[in-house]
């Protein structure tokens, strides 16, 4: 009886001395960007802090065109594009957006020689829709809507500006006449109050109101999605 007692006190001793055993390595981790998974190293996998999501800033901001300096001595990291600079401090709750400060969920930290963000603050900043599939692990990134001037034009609608139609009965759901051309929706954001509806290709959007239940709606006739 003697013995027994003496073996569960060592086992319990050693569970005491390496509590992390059985648990070597954190769950993997994914980041999806527009349908593609992208590589991530063991060092750069997402973390939940706090209930924020932090993913790895480089990784991430690079996919998405920005540049990326880092200040090994202040421990800074600026990104850069087009005219938007974003600092943020290792262990500092508050970042710099265009010269704006701006308070972080959980302040940067580094695991390994990878910083690690608030995803949060990665979409508010970048205009880039963001998700968390905790069940999968993983991490869901879609790139803002390119700009007017390209391929892919965009449709803003405010939302103060729609003119209701006449009461017709028809609810003025009536494509536009001649448009035979197909287009392809790309992205959908909502910014500013303001929805815009990126497309591949020309069209006529066909815009009107209906009540009960009020809405706007908008009709992009031989449209599909993307």
């Not at 590589?39 to 996919?63: C, D, F, H, W, Y």
């Not at 695991?111 to 069940?135: A, H, I, M």
């Amino acid at each position: 009886m003697k013995k027994f007692g003496f073996l569960a006190l060592l086992l319990l001793l050693l569970v005491l001395v390496h509590p992390g055993t059985g648990y070597a390595g954190s769950a993997e981790t994914h980041i999806n960007l527009d349908g593609n998974d992208l590589k991530i190293s063991k060092e750069a996998q997402v973390q939940i802090v706090n209930g924020s999501v932090m993913v790895p800033l480089r990784l991430v901001t690079e996919q998405l065109g920005y540049t990326v300096k880092w200040d090994n001595v202040t421990k800074t990291a600026t990104i850069e594009q087009k005219g938007t600079t974003l600092k943020l401090i290792v262990n500092n709750a508050m970042a710099e957006a265009s010269g704006k400060q701006v308070k972080l969920d959980n302040p940067p930290f580094l695991s390994g020689n990878t910083t690690l963000v608030p995803l949060r603050f990665v979409g508010e900043q970048t205009g880039t829709t963001v998700g968390w599939d905790n069940v999968t692990k993983t991490v869901y990134l879609t790139s803002p809507a390119p700009e007017i001037g390209g391929s892919d034009p965009e449709i803003t609608v405010p939302d103060t500006s729609v003119t209701a139609p006449s009461d017709n009965g028809s609810n003025g759901n009536t494509a536009t006449d001649g448009n035979t051309s197909t287009a392809a929706v790309t992205n959908l954001s909502f910014v500013d109050n303001k929805l815009i509806i990126a497309v591949n290709g020309s069209l006529t959007p066909n815009v009107f109101t209906m009540t009960d239940k009020d809405r706007i709606v908008v009709d992009l006739p031989n449209t599909s999605f993307g």
